[in-house]
T-cell receptor, first 112, second 114 residues
Framework: GENVEQHPSTLSVQEGDSAVIKCTYS??????FPWYKQELGKRPQLIID?????GEKKDQRIAVTLNKTAKHFSLHITETQPEDSAVYFC???????????FGTGTRLTVIP | NAGVTQTPKFRVLKTGQSMTLLCAQD?????MYWYRQDPGMGLRLIHY???????AKGEVPDGYNVSRLKKQNFLLGLESAAPSQTSVYFC?????????????FGPGTRLTVT
């Protein structure tokens, strides 16, 4: 089955700096890569996703890049704000499959 | 529109006891999922359903059973709880299968087995 690894496990940045979270996956059949944000005590919520026919996708301060050859994808958050503090999960799946494989999460702390 | 709801929010069980977690969604989604979240492990799929009356095993199904008698409800059962089942349980639903539509998560159930 798919194995998704996520780094780092914790990340602290100063407000206004950028944050980068990286994930690798093992199954070359995976072609859908969502990112979820989970605030303390809350449910995971989708913030951005990318499919393998696209190398990069941006949504305001958030961007995701995908390198299908190397089997890794990354989340980039620019101009970080305190409300960006949360745990971020990457995931991988093959379109049409029913199993979404999650990474182990990155706890991002933005220091005001 | 409540989205995905879960009951109960918290529960403490003794080893060997049984319980059922209820997930309900009002978005007319076909697909429903049960995950468990453990520290340092991320979310892992227990069971899922691709429609009313269907269920299938996920990544970590042992010790759990599920039923989907109505489209809007997905029940997760623990027949004989074990301390290893202490976890936060999340239900999710989606209109289409993975990769074709977003999975919406419920608020979670924190279960402690002593």
């Amino acid at each position: 089955g798919e194995n998704v690894e996520q780094h780092p496990s914790t990340l602290s940045v100063q407000e206004g700096d950028s944050a980068v979270i990286k994930c690798t996956y093992s199954d070359s059949a995976s072609n859908y890569f969502p990112w979820y944000k989970q605030e303390l005590g809350k449910r995971p919520q989708l913030i951005i996703d990318i499919r393998s026919n696209v190398g990069e996708k941006k949504d305001q301060r958030i961007a995701v890049t995908l390198n299908k050859t190397a089997k890794h994808f990354s989340l980039h958050i620019t101009e970080t704000q305190p409300e960006d503090s949360a745990v971020y999960f990457c995931a991988a799946s093959e379109t049409g499959a029913n199993n979404l494989f999650f990474g182990t999460g990155t706890r991002l702390t933005v220091i005001p | 529109n409540a989205g995905v709801t879960q009951t109960p929010k918290f529960r403490v069980l003794k080893t060997g006891q049984s319980m059922t977690l209820l997930c309900a969604q009002d978005m007319n989604h076909e697909y429903m999922y049960w995950y468990r979240q453990d520290p340092g492990m991320g979310l892992r799929l227990i069971h899922y359903s691709v429609g009313e009356g269907t269920t299938a095993k996920g990544e970590v199904p042992d010790g759990y059973n599920v039923s989907r008698l109505k489209k809007q409800n997905f029940l997760l059962g623990l027949e004989s709880a074990a301390p290893s089942q202490t976890s936060v349980y999340f239900c999710a639903s989606s209109y289409l299968t993975s990769g074709l539509s977003e999975q919406y998560f419920g608020p979670g159930t924190r279960l402690t087995v002593t």
